[in-house]
Antibody, heavy 119, light 111 residues
Framework: QVQLVQSGAEVKKPGASVRVSCKVS????????MHWVRQAPGKGLEWMGGFDPDDGETIYPQKFQGRVTMTEDSSTDTAYLELSSLRSDDTAVYYC????????????WGQGTMVTVSS | DIVMTQSPLSLPVTPGEPASISCRSSQSLLHSNGYNFLHWYLQKPGQSPQLLIY???HRASGVPDRFSGSGSGTDFTLKISRVEAEDVGLYYCMQVLHTPLTFGGGTKVEI
């Protein structure tokens, strides 16, 4: 059974960077397509990017290009999200999620990591 | 970007009664393979989102059969045949046909 376990809450100052981890168990990270979604307090869900198996690259929406980097460590089956130049509106819960090959839906989600950006 | 519009924003429900949520996309989500690349999620209070319906009308594993999805192209509907107390939360539609992937704004279902 696939499980995604994320790292704990973070508090950062504006302008800093944050790295959130997502450890995969019950599966091999290199065999799945990992994506990241965030949710600001009281707001909806926002896709931040993820691995596209069709071309073998990680894709990011234009909004986050230049500020977000998604990486993977296959030796530990851990995925990472790094967001730089943090602003107060980056305060949100960040989720990793598996995009299933069968139907392209996000069928497994991590528990979420709260990132607070405050001076 | 594809805009996903959900209605209503808030849906008061009565246990045992049916409920329906609409989701409209600004472009067609019908792939040439015949599938609609539209999914539905439920986020229960304090939890991560969970997949309910994939490809417009297919229930995810473990989802009760009181949930159903329908529609094609740009208009989609999620129906709950008989609402139960455990169904409260935020419901989101999501399109995965076009990049960037986008979500609807959410519908809050409450008893």
């Amino acid at each position: 059974q696939v499980q995604l376990v994320q790292s704990g809450a973070e508090v950062k100052k504006p302008g800093a960077s944050v790295r959130v981890s997502c450890k995969v168990s019950g599966y091999t990270l290199s065999d799945l397509s990992m994506h990241w979604v965030r949710q600001a307090p009281g707001k909806g869900l926002e896709w931040m990017g993820g691995f596209d198996p069709d071309d073998g690259e990680t894709i990011y929406p234009q909004k986050f290009q230049g500020r977000v980097t998604m990486t993977e460590d296959s030796s530990t089956d851990t995925a990472y999200l790094e967001l730089s130049s943090l602003r107060s509106d980056d305060t949100a819960v960040y989720y990793c999620a598996r995009r299933a090959d069968l139907h392209d839906a996000f069928d497994i989600w991590g528990q979420g990591t709260m990132v607070t950006v405050s001076s | 970007d594809i805009v996903m519009t959900q209605s209503p924003l808030s849906l008061p429900v009565t246990p045992g009664e049916p409920a329906s949520i609409s989701c409209r996309s600004s472009q067609s989500l019908l792939h040439s393979n015949g599938y609609n690349f539209l999914h539905w999620y439920l986020q229960k209070p304090g939890q991560s989102p969970q997949l309910l319906i994939y490809l417009g009308s297919h229930r995810a594993s473990g989802v009760p059969d009181r949930f159903s999805g329908s529609g094609s192209g740009t208009d989609f509907t999620l129906k709950i045949s008989r609402v139960e107390a455990e169904d409260v939360g935020l419901y989101y539609c999501m399109q995965v046909l076009h990049t960037p992937l986008t979500f609807g704004g959410g519908t809050k279902v409450e008893i």
